[in-house]
């Protein structure tokens, strides 16, 4: 692996005070180039410019996939990343779909690790902050042919992070648009996914609402996710999330939060949800909680589901599952309990050979 290091560390020019998400990035980045049939050497350079001509395939076809994960600081000031072999999986499950080549294993993890250990100041212990990491792969070549590209770029960059929303979100049913179809993407973590739900949601976001409820693109009756995020409700004492298909992404806070649920005695049902269950629930006082898990957010509670013209307002509860939830999950990500599930892992730099 080739290390190039920053001249000079930016880490004093950032106010961590006011960080937006996303638009901060760290110190390095890793890249990896594919080309005659083969992955080749990793390098970790300066975050900087990469060169493009305008016939690189991903800017015609958008042939490319992305993941987004976290690593947390804890007392020790070591960086602990969360479930990184969940992510590298999901990542080459979305690169198969979109007919791009796996990435293997070694790359990814030893080349996020010794990234992540070259970056480690930009991960704050205090709360709320934690290290965002974006993994991406696209379609390099220079060729304008509606095909899969010869070349790809393997690259991760990272971004130092706060609390993304506020304490909760107020959210709408789509009925017309549709993020994934049967058949389609939806499961992958596919760029192309992320451009066609923008439209509905900033329409959403004008009415005043964060965020989508996604549904079935054939009915719109069954309930997928909302936003980029999974989606749960609580209904008497059961919690209840959509079951996986071809249109709902796997999320890995999602199936964390369900081995920490049922760890925990509750019951967890996976299953398919229709519109009309939930305002039923509603309407006889049985739906106590609705919230989103996702990276970005771990936990968040939805403070209100809006149905046509009716709008559904769900209280904060003093005995919150979403709220005892999240914090079970933060501590195991902080380090601040034993994490008996083996979900975190410290970033060192190996200083292996790849
Ligand atoms: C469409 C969509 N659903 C769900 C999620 C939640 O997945 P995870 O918990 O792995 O972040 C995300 C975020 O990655 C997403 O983009």
């Known amino acids: 692996m080739k290390i190039k290091k920053a001249s000079q560390s930016r880490l004093n020019t950032i106010d961590f005070s006011t960080l937006p998400f996303g638009t901060v990035f760290s110190d390095h980045m890793l890249i990896c180039n594919y080309k005659d049939g083969k992955w080749g050497n990793v390098e970790i350079l300066p975050y900087g410019p990469i060169e493009m001509n305008p016939g690189t395939q991903v800017l015609h076809y958008g042939q490319s996939v992305f993941e987004g994960m976290k690593a947390f600081k804890n007392t020790k000031n070591e960086m602990l990343i969360f479930r990184k072999y969940e992510n590298f999986k999901r990542l080459n499950k979305s690169a198969v779909r979109l007919s791009i080549p796996e990435i293997p294993e070694d790359i990814f993890i030893k080349g996020l690790d010794e990234l992540l250990a070259l970056d480690s100041d930009w991960c704050k212990f205090e709360d709320g902050y934690s290290l965002y990491i974006r993994p991406f792969i696209f379609a390099s070549a220079e060729c304008v042919k509606a095909s899969s590209s010869a070349e790809y770029k393997f690259i991760i960059i990272t971004c130092p992070t706060k609390k993304y929303y506020g304490d909760s979100i107020d959210i709408v049913i789509e009925e017309s648009f549709t993020r994934a179809a049967k058949g389609g993407v939806g499961f992958a973590k596919a760029a192309g996914n992320y451009a066609a739900s923008f439209y509905p949601t900033k329409q959403a ?112 509860l003093e005995d919150s599952l979403s709220i005892q939830l999240k914090q079970k999950l933060q501590a195991i990500q902080k380090g601040e309990v034993k994490d008996i599930y083996g979900w975190t892992h410290k970033a060192a730099s190996t200083a292996s050979i790849i």
């Open 205 to 316: 976001n004008a009415n005043g609402f964060h965020q989508v409820i996604w549904t079935d693109s054939i009915e719109h009756k069954y309930i997928e996710e909302a936003g980029t995020m999974n989606i749960w409700f609580r209904i008497g004492d059961k919690l209840i999330t959509p079951e996986l298909n071809d249109s709902i992404l796997e999320g890995i806070t999602r199936d964390s939060i369900i081995r920490l649920a049922e760890d925990s005695g509750i019951n967890v049902e996976q299953r398919r949800v229709s519109v009309s269950e939930i305002l039923n629930a509603y309407q006889s006082g049985e739906l106590k909680e609705v919230f989103g898990t996702g990276t970005a957010v771990t936990v968040i509670p939805i403070s209100s589901v809006t149905y046509r013209k009716d709008k559904m307002t769900i209280e904060a």
